[in-house]
């Protein structure tokens, strides 16, 4: 009996727009920019500045010290080059380690991950927590000297791995 992966009928979520828990948020220190921001009004602010659609935060200007919580699925690689390029922020993401994105992205340009211990309760725009959680395990993203320090003086449940970058073949999968 053949059985599918439990993944692979899933579809893209009804919203992308999931707002980040609070205290998330409130462990790991003051963002300058939010290019993914949930839109106006939000009931908590996740950076001092905010860019939310119709604008395109992914081709805007960043600046300073990024918060980056994405739109999940075929969108995330985008976001996670954009953040390794800029260097200076945290990103979440589905800890999908083995992934080629992973590989490029994570393992090869950041400066530590923090792997949450438990899977968060998002909210929606106007503030209440889902009923349900991720879904699936989830990981802060570091690039840059001050941001894994942050991952590590954060206080939220889980373990931090330092990214020691290494050389290799380039990753294949998807």
Request: glycine content about 8%; overall charge positive; charged content about 20%.
């Amino acid at each position: 009996m053949s059985r599918a992966h439990p993944y692979a009928a899933r579809p893209e979520a009804a919203t992308h727009t999931w707002l980040t828990p609070p205290e998330i948020i409130a462990a790991l220190g003051a963002f300058d920019l939010d290019p993914c921001a949930a839109p106006s009004p939000r009931p908590w602010t996740t950076a001092a500045r905010h860019i939310e659609l119709p604008e395109d935060g992914l081709s805007a200007e960043w600046q300073g010290r990024v918060w980056c919580n994405p739109p999940f699925g075929r969108h995330t690689e985008a976001w996670l080059a954009r953040m390794a390029d800029h260097g200076n922020g945290i990103a979440l993401a589905f800890a999908r380690t083995e992934t080629a994105m992973f590989q490029r992205y994570v393992w090869r340009r950041a400066s530590a991950v923090l792997m949450l211990a438990n899977r968060p309760h998002f909210h929606r725009p106007d503030g209440t927590r889902a009923r349900g959680n991720s879904g699936g395990p989830i990981c802060l993203i570091a690039y840059g000297e001050a941001n894994r320090r942050a991952l590590i003086d954060s206080g939220l449940p889980g373990a931090v791995i330092v990214v020691h970058h290494f050389q290799q073949k380039e990753p294949t999968n998807g």
